[in-house]
């Protein structure tokens, strides 16, 4: 007695074709290689004989074969009921001239390259079970298989194609067994000052979330959270508090994330791990020298000494008086003080005397 392809995806004969793409969804999934290493062998049959199940049943014409004369009458080459005389039996094959028809057959690269389309859009790599899950815990990471995902274009990292309405919690599931998905991440920005940022410090902060009791009522329960900021974090670090935010009805609590944003300074501007100090002088300090005096994120004084002559432009560099770099304790950027020059926009009689005797051509 041939294969029953409906019983193969635990369907019952008529099943719809949304019905044989979900039972296909799941059962590929499930019996892909790369997801049972220890049991590789069992796993391609099995993975083979899903997908020729799936293939006959996907295809009208096969299907009608199949229907009418089984796996023997479609490998035998059967022609479809309706095909008249037509000699030879079995369905059109591609590129065949005359209307023919061949018998069918089947085999293991078939299988993959149905999961490839099925799944990665028409990928040229494979069908990589591990493409989908890269951290999921999907068994070997690499095996004979491709990256579907590099095909997958403009869709959604973590999606695939919507072959029904839950195909992402379908998918979900099947490649994390009786794990919750996560409902989405809510994220929100905590600007700080730079010398907040310079010395560290610590914020209490509010969050309010909807939370469902056993009835599925829903409420807002409010907690404070502490954010720890290290010296040094930079605009764009996040701080994430997994499970504080919203539940959803059959999912698991989503995260609240914190993203660290920079205020603007009145004096200072940070660039990396360095600060910058910008400052206009007279030309006449820029010719004979100046004192510069001010005060570093940390509220130390700091004074500069130029003594020489200060091009407009000109940059003195201040060792490890820059930001903490928070991967090597105890070390520090730089403080570039830039130092422009302010011309004057008009020279007395007088003063163009006094300079072209000080400074003959």
């Known amino acids: 007695m ?47 004989e899903v997908g020729e199940a799936y293939d006959v049943l996907s295809d009208p014409e096969k299907k009608q074969v199949y229907d009418a004369y089984g796996e023997e009458g479609l490998k035998s080459g059967a022609p479809p009921q309706g ?25 293991q690269r078939q299988a993959e390259k149905i999961f490839e389309q099925f ?25 004979r298989f491709g990256s579907a995902r590099q ?25 994390h067994p009786g794990a919750k998905r996560k409902a989405p991440a809510s994220q929100h920005k905590l600007m700080l000052s730079l010398e907040e940022l310079y010395t560290g ?34 605009a764009g670090t996040k701080v994430t508090f997994a499970g504080k935010g919203d539940e959803r009805p059959g999912m698991a609590p989503a995260d609240v994330v914190f993203v660290i944003g920079e205020k603007p300074h009145a004096y200072f501007k940070r660039e990396g791990d360095d600060l910058v100090y910008r400052c206009k002088v007279s030309l006449s300090k820029a010719l004979t020298g100046f ?6 994120l940390d509220d130390r004084p700091l004074s500069v000494t130029f003594t ?44 163009k005397a006094l300079i072209k005797q000080a400074l003959p051509s």
């Not at 509010?206 to 290290?230: C, L």
């Open 151 to 175: 095909g997958m274009g403009s869709r959604r990292a973590g999606s695939f194609p919507s072959f029904g309405a839950d195909s992402d919690e379908e998918m979900f599931e099947a490649f």
């Open 291 to 296: 004192k510069l005096n001010l005060k570093s």
């Open 119 to 143: 799944f990665g859009g028409g990928a040229g790599g494979g069908a990589g079970f591990s493409n989908f899950y890269p951290t999921g815990g999907a068994g070997t990471s690499g095996g």
């Open 201 to 234: 410090v610590e914020r209490k902060l509010k969050i309010t979330r909807t939370v469902y009791d056993a009835n599925g009522m829903s409420r807002q329960q409010s907690e404070v959270v502490t954010v720890t900021v290290k010296p040094g974090w930079k």
């Open 2 to 48: 041939g294969k029953d392809y409906y019983q193969i995806l635990g369907l019952q004969k008529g099943a719809s074709e949304d019905e044989v793409k979900k039972a296909y969804r799941k059962l590929a999934v499930k019996w892909h290689p790369d997801k049972n290493p220890s049991n590789r062998e069992r796993a391609e049959a099995k993975f083979k």
């Open 83 to 107: 095909a008249g005389g037509q000699g030879g039996g079995g369905f059109p094959m591609g590129g065949q001239q005359g209307g023919g028809y061949q018998s069918y057959s089947f085999d």
């Open 308 to 351: 020489d002559v200060t091009p407009p432009g000109s940059e003195k560099v201040l060792q490890g008086e820059g930001m903490p770099i928070t991967r090597i304790p105890g070390a520090r950027g730089n403080l570039r003080i830039q130092v422009d020059a302010d011309f004057p926009r008009r020279l007395t009689d007088e003063q």
